[in-house]
């Protein structure tokens, strides 16, 4: 069974900073890209940041400068430095990752998986 457990959010003043952790664990084999999506009250679900297995990242324009997506392959967890921040980046936070896993005799398999989301609120 995999998991993925985020941590890290919570209120915040305009201007300030948080860092969001997201620890894949389980029958992992691999991963792949690993990611950070938000969603606000009464809106879709929306890409913040993404990472390829090779630390290439990916930013949506809105937080391009502001946010910094990292990962410890060791470990199999991304982080999300968010710098700068404003009432409009308040949401839940999701990440996900996109591994593959294996159980018992069975050929392993490939899926995206999503973390439970963690609450950033920014307010003064």
């Known amino acids: 069974q995999v998991r993925l457990v985020e941590s890290g959010g919570g209120l915040v003043q305009p201007g300030g900073s948080l860092r969001l952790s997201c620890a894949a664990s389980?029958?992992?084999?691999?991963?792949?890209?690993m990611g950070w999506y938000r969603q606000a009250p009464g809106k879709q679900r929306d890409l913040v940041a993404s990472?390829?297995?090779?630390?290439?990242?990916n930013y949506a324009d809105s937080v391009k400068g502001r946010f910094a997506i990292s990962r410890d392959n060791a470990k199999n967890t991304v982080y999300l430095q968010m710098n700068s921040l404003k009432p409009e980046d308040t949401a839940v936070y999701y990440c996900n990752a996109d591994l593959v896993s294996y159980s018992g005799a069975f050929a392993p398999t490939r899926r995206v998986y999503w973390g439970q989301g963690t609450q950033v609120t920014v307010s003064s």
């Open positions: 389980g029958s992992i084999f691999s991963i792949n890209a």
């Open positions: 990472i390829t297995s090779g630390s290439s990242p």
